[in-house]
């Protein structure tokens, strides 16, 4: 889906190659052979449109098209197993339960951008300056992201508000969605990405540079908002004492002051 999003977003800028153009004159019609001034257009998905139906101009547009597509494809590939790769490494730290209820606690995951730069296209200068500002946008912008999540007072642990026992054992949460907890993502906004991408390429002269970054930017934050829908938070083990415990005059209790810690695999 992030390929499909950020092709169908760079397709809708109708980027026209070549760029700027104006017919050179009267005798500009003769230099061609018959039917080289009525060629047959590019596909409408292509990434660029032809300036007109020249066949050198179809044909440039076709051709840097393939190359603009394969690179997203690339780097889109790159960034989705990037982030399937935190999720799969990241842990969940210091959560705080009263009773059922949990609060607070932290995600710990890897940096992004070492992540997306050793699956992104880097065979030409060109690929690894676009690939470089890429994953040091986003992973930039995905930090001040993960550390702002936290768990807003859920009742993960429903056992807890009357446990009969003096410890509670390590029991697993309520799994719900990554999207339920309480984080800032404003970093990880298209504009945000997108600046934060031109600014790294310290070109602005790059063609079509602050295009394909929009498109990809675009692209991922829709796939981010999904992904943190779809993405379970599970298997947060909360353990706790019961201090209120007395048999057998108090037989049961609430877990006070316990804590919660998700092992790498607690987001699936």
């Known amino acids: 889906m992030l390929v499909m999003l950020a092709k169908m977003n760079f397709c809708s800028k109708a980027i026209k190659l070549p760029m700027q153009w104006s017919t050179p004159g009267d005798h500009y019609p003769n230099a061609f052979q018959p039917g080289e001034e009525a060629f047959p257009p590019n596909q409408p998905l292509n990434l660029f449109r032809e300036e007109s139906l020249n066949k ?21 590939g790159a960034i989705h197993g ?9 842990t969940i730290a210091g959560v705080m339960i009263l009773g059922p209820v949990a609060t607070v606690g932290m995600v ?5 951008m070492p992540l997306i730069m050793a699956q992104g296209p880097k065979g030409t200068p060109q690929e690894l300056k676009y690939t470089t500002a ?6 930039t912008a995905w930090l001040p992201w993960q550390t702002s999540i936290k768990v807003p007072g859920l009742p993960w642990y429903p056992a807890f508000a009357a446990f009969p026992g003096p410890v509670a054992p390590p029991m697993p949460n309520i799994p ?3 999207i339920a907890l309480v984080s800032v993502d404003a970093s990880l906004s298209p504009g945000a990405l997108s600046g934060l991408m031109m ?16 498109a990809v930017s675009k692209a991922f934050n ?4 999904m992904f943190k829908a779809m993405t379970m938070v599970t298997n947060v083990l909360g353990t706790g004492p019961i201090p209120t415990f007395a048999p057998p005059f108090v037989p049961v209790g609430p877990v006070m002051g316990g804590v919660g810690t998700g092992p790498p695999g607690c987001l699936v």
Not at 82 to 90: S, Y
Not at 222 to 225: A, D, E, G, I, S
Request: with cysteine; glycine share 10%.
């Open 56 to 76: 050198y101009h179809v044909d440039s547009a076709g051709e840097v098209g393939k190359q603009f597509e394969t690179y997203i494809e690339g780097i889109c």
């Open 82 to 90: 990037a982030v399937d790769q935190w999720r799969q490494m990241a």
């Open 108 to 112: 710990v995951g890897p940096p992004l």
């Open 134 to 139: 890429i994953a040091s946008a986003l992973g």
């Open 176 to 178: 719900v969605p990554l």
């Open 199 to 214: 600014a790294n390429l310290g070109d602005p002269t790059a063609l079509h540079a602050k295009d394909l970054f929009d």
């Open 222 to 225: 829709t796939v981010f908002t």
